[in-house]
């Protein structure tokens, strides 16, 4: 996958290829987007995502904010994504995890 995302984040934007071959699903998108978010700033995050499937950063940072206000009832599926994240080479910034 070609970018001009500076080597960290297509770091990143490789690892969501591994992890998601054939795209993120509707039902995936947002529990991706709550796993990669405590690693990343939101406009990082907006820039690979949107990247990644093809859109825009404005709407990518718009769904984060989304996402956080469905982290309760998204706990288990962002748990299902961060293990396929985990399963696919990413390692999270232990430092900002709580």
Do not use: C, H
Not at 29 to 49: C, I, T, W
């Amino acid at each position: 996958m070609m970018s001009s995302l500076p080597p960290p984040l297509r770091e990143v934007l490789d690892i969501l290829a591994i992890a998601y071959p054939v795209g993120i699903g509707a039902d995936e998108y947002y529990p991706v987007l709550l796993a990669l978010y405590g690693d990343m700033s939101d406009e990082n995050l907006a820039k690979v995502v949107a990247t990644f499937i093809q859109g825009e950063d404005v709407v990518v940072s718009n769904d984060i904010a989304r996402a956080i206000s469905m982290r309760t009832s998204l706990r288990s599926a962002t748990e299902r994504a961060t293990n396929r994240l985990l399963d696919a080479g990413w390692k999270p910034d232990e430092d900002d995890q709580s």
